[in-house]
């Protein structure tokens, strides 16, 4: 079963506009969320996190917020920039061991 | 400073043998941890070291698949009898700590095409 799940495998934005990427998950044990990004042919970079006992975390142009009764995370992205253009992965996390990662969200920033 | 790296970044192999995927971590990093990626998913967990010992192997998806760090430094993940589902990219990552915020440092893979 998908315990994480990004269920939009791709957006589009324009330049300066606010990007938007949701995630949902299904164990209620996670205790940290985290973003990465992906370029082709490189590994995730860790773009921000959020403990599990936080509804929001703020990093520059970067926020996650977390809804744990719904079980929903969303990460902003304002404004967005050309170079925002990745895969954007969710990830979950119990007592610091292994990453549960949803599909990824294909961003694409238009100039 | 130097981040994780792979090697080799890219692995064509025949149906039935055996390959090692190499992993260097970065210097200091106690947990390391094996990935597997398909086309159009997210990474999914193999194995994770604490050290030397293996903390957790409950994402090898068979005998075929084994993993070390005998040193507590430099991981090898080795696959037998390789098979065309096999066909993946394989990332290593390594972190500072277990515990708290798992921020996992990620290489850049190694994509292994099984014939």
């Known amino acids: 079963d998908q315990q994480v799940k990004q269920n939009s495998p791709s957006l589009s934005v324009q330049e300066g506009r606010i990007s938007i990427l949701n995630c949902d998950y299904t164990?209620?044990?996670?205790?940290?969320f985290l973003w990465y990004k992906k370029y082709p042919a490189e590994g995730p970079t860790f773009l921000i996190s959020?403990?599990?006992?936080?509804d929001k975390n703020e990093d520059g142009r970067f926020t996650v917020f977390l809804n744990k009764s719904a079980k929903h995370l969303s990460l902003h992205i304002v404004p967005s920039q050309p170079g925002d253009s990745a895969v954007y992965f969710c990830?979950?996390?119990?007592?610091?061991?292994?990453?549960?990662f949803g599909q990824g969200t294909e961003l694409s920033v238009k100039p | 400073g130097a981040g994780v790296s792979q090697t080799p970044s890219n692995k064509v192999t025949e149906k039935g043998k055996y390959v090692e995927l190499r992993c260097d971590p970065i210097?200091?990093?106690?947990?390391l941890y094996w990935y597997r990626q398909s086309l159009g998913q997210g990474p999914e967990f193999l194995i994770y070291f604490q050290g030397t010992g293996a903390a957790d192997d409950s994402g090898l998806p068979n005998d075929r698949f084994f993993a070390v760090r005998p040193e507590g430094s430099v991981s090898t993940l080795k696959i037998q009898r390789t098979e065309r589902g096999d066909s993946a990219v394989y990332l290593c990552a390594s972190s500072p700590r277990t515990s708290g915020i798992n921020e996992q440092f990620f290489g850049p893979g190694t994509r292994l095409t099984v014939l």
């Open positions: 990830a979950a996390s119990v007592l610091g061991g292994k990453l549960i």
């Open positions: 164990n209620s044990m996670f205790d940290y």
């Open positions: 210097s200091g990093h106690t947990a």
């Open positions: 959020i403990s599990s006992i936080k």
